[in-house]
């Protein structure tokens, strides 16, 4: 059946099928793919994010598009999305994968399309960025919602792991490192290190107790963005899980004094409203979580980013 993208597993949002349709993709607004990617490097139990892409797509056949919050907007009367199914990685071969992965990306990129990326983790932000750079030749900022700075040199040997993506990120050609703003960093699974190399190579730190200090939590994504928007063509958005509170974010990585649902909605909408190139959310582990809420969530994210977007066309 059509509307299934891979088995039985649904299209996200029951969008258009461009598995078994790709000539589709000129007719649709949005491509949605996966990217069910967990590196060679893995971290006691906390493991499987490589599933996220398969349960988000599940959890996602319970939702429309209608948002009554927002001024009772059905993003689908605006917006059409299709779903292009998922990067073919390799196991265990993390240079083969980012080289694949940039591929696919770049091909979604050359249509104009808005994209969004479900991880996987966060390794996979790098090659979808440069595939960026490489098809539109443009200057990009970046907003990475995140807990932890994710610039280790390496992750246990290896440079594309999931701690590392922004170290390779500054590294990158097109990257304006000075447009970059690590947004709602916090707790101690951070290091010194970390803080100190986002500041020598020139990007923007605004921690939780930044955004927990500014008068409405929409200011300081709009902080966020004049930083990433300067000097700047595009600016992109990236997302882990653990920016959340883990009372949010079950499945995801276990980490404190992070923001509610509400606030990092309101982030993702406020920042798409002004305008964003495209985006990604990963580290979702849904072996962690038995209730989904975290893979449920991921519909969340994309409604109210692609609400942002409708705004966005509106202005």
Request: with cysteine; charged share 20%.
């Amino acid at each position: 059946m059509s509307s299934f993208i891979y088995g039985n597993t649904p299209c996200f949002l029951g969008g258009e099928n461009l598995v078994a349709f790709p000539e589709k993709e000129s007719e649709v607004d949005v491509t949605v793919y996966g990217v069910p990617w967990e590196g060679a490097v893995t971290w006691g139990d906390y493991t499987g994010c490589e599933l996220g892409p398969k349960v988000i797509r599940l959890c996602s056949g319970r939702y429309s598009g209608y948002l009554p919050e927002l001024n009772h907007l059905d993003v689908f009367e605006h917006l059409s999305i299709g779903d292009k199914g998922d990067v073919p990685v390799t196991p265990a071969e993390p240079e083969d994968t980012m080289k694949k992965i940039q591929a696919f990306s770049k091909d979604i990129w050359s249509t104009g399309n808005f994209p969004i990326a479900f991880g996987g983790d966060h390794g996979i932000t790098y090659p979808i960025v440069k595939g960026l750079i490489e098809e539109s030749n443009k200057k990009v900022g970046i907003i990475h919602l995140d807990a932890h700075y994710d610039n280790n040199e390496h992750s246990n040997g290896d440079p594309y792991g999931r701690g590392a993506p922004f170290a390779r990120l500054y590294e990158t050609e097109g990257v304006v490192n000075e447009s970059l703003v690590h947004l709602g960093i916090h707790g101690p699974r951070n290091k010194p290190e970390n803080g100190r190399l986002a500041q020598k190579m020139g990007a923007t730190t605004l921690t939780i107790e930044d955004i927990r200090q500014s008068d409405h939590i929409r200011d300081i994504a709009r902080k966020a963005y004049d930083i990433a928007s300067t000097n700047t063509d595009v600016v992109y958005l990236s997302i882990c899980s653990d920016v959340l509170d883990h009372a949010f974010n079950p499945g995801g990585p276990v980490d404190g004094n992070g923001l509610n649902s509400h606030e990092l909605l309101s982030i993702v909408h406020e920042v798409c409203k002004l305008g964003v190139v495209g985006m990604d959310f990963v580290e979702v582990y849904p072996q962690q979580d038995g209730n989904d809420f975290s893979s449920h969530f991921a519909s969340f994210i994309a409604l109210y980013a692609l609400a942002g977007e409708i705004e966005r066309k509106k202005a």
